[in-house]
Each structure stands twice: as structure tokens, then as C-alpha cells.
Nanobody
Framework: QVQLVESGGGLVQEGDSLRLSCAAS????????MGWFRRAPGKEREFVAALSRVSDYPEYGDSMEGRFTISRDGARSTLYLQMNSLKPEDTAVYYC???????????????????WGQGAQVIVSS
């Protein structure tokens, strides 16, 4: 059983920074590819960023590159999302997701991810 647990969400003001964390656990989890998606109120879930430990090359959604940075710790079991210059339109529930261990490449399609956490709420006030 793979478990992903997000933390670090909260209420911030426009222009502030926030860092989300995602702790992965589970006996069978080897997790080459992990990523972040978000769902804003009334909208579809949106790709934010993903990282493969094989290529170590991050991939970002169109509106995030330059402001958001995805990273993974040396032990490869915790994923981070550093969010800078936050805007009210970044308000959403952020989900950590992971592909099954046989996959080594990132994807922007949520259906390619097999595991996800409960989500972390981020609210950016103007």
C-alpha cells in the first residue's frame, strides 16, 4: 500500500511564498515519478509539476514555470513544491501524486498517476 501525505498548505497573501511537502511511504513504493496537481474551486484538476528521479528533469505546467520549483530529497522519499510570487489564482487544493514504479517518465496527464494524497489547501488572498 502506497501512502502519500501532503503538508505545508495554508493562507498567505499575494506575493508570498509557500513550500509544500509530500511524504511517500509504503513497502512496495519505489516511485520513479512523482508530481503535483491542483484543483481550484469549480475547475478541473490541473497539472502543476512532475519530476523523474531517472531523468532528474522537472516538468511544469504553463502558468507555474519560473515561480514554482519541484524537488525531491536525497533519500527520494519526500517531494517538495516551492511556490514563490503566489497569486490569488493559485488558490487550490494541491495533490501529490505518484506513478507506478515501472514508469520512469513524467506525464501531465492525471490518469497516468496511480497514487495520490488527500490534498493540501492553499489560499492566496489579494
Amino acid at each position: 500500500q502506497v501512502q502519500l501525505v501532503e503538508s505545508g498548505g495554508g493562507l498567505v497573501q499575494e506575493g508570498d511564498s509557500l513550500r509544500l511537502s509530500c511524504a511517500a511511504s509504503g513497502r512496495a513504493f519505489t516511485g520513479n515519478v512523482m508530481g503535483w496537481f491542483r484543483r481550484a474551486p469549480g475547475k478541473e484538476r490541473e497539472f502543476v509539476a512532475a519530476l523523474s528521479r531517472v531523468s532528474d528533469y522537472p516538468e511544469y505546467g504553463d502558468s507555474m514555470e519560473g515561480r514554482f520549483t519541484i524537488s525531491r530529497d536525497g533519500a527520494r522519499s519526500t517531494l517538495y513544491l516551492q511556490m514563490n510570487s503566489l497569486k490569488p489564482e493559485d488558490t487550490a487544493v494541491y495533490y501529490c501524486e505518484a506513478r507506478s514504479s515501472e514508469f520512469s517518465f513524467t506525464s501531465e496527464a492525471e490518469h497516468d498517476y496511480a497514487y495520490w494524497g488527500q490534498g493540501a489547501q492553499v489560499i492566496v488572498s489579494s
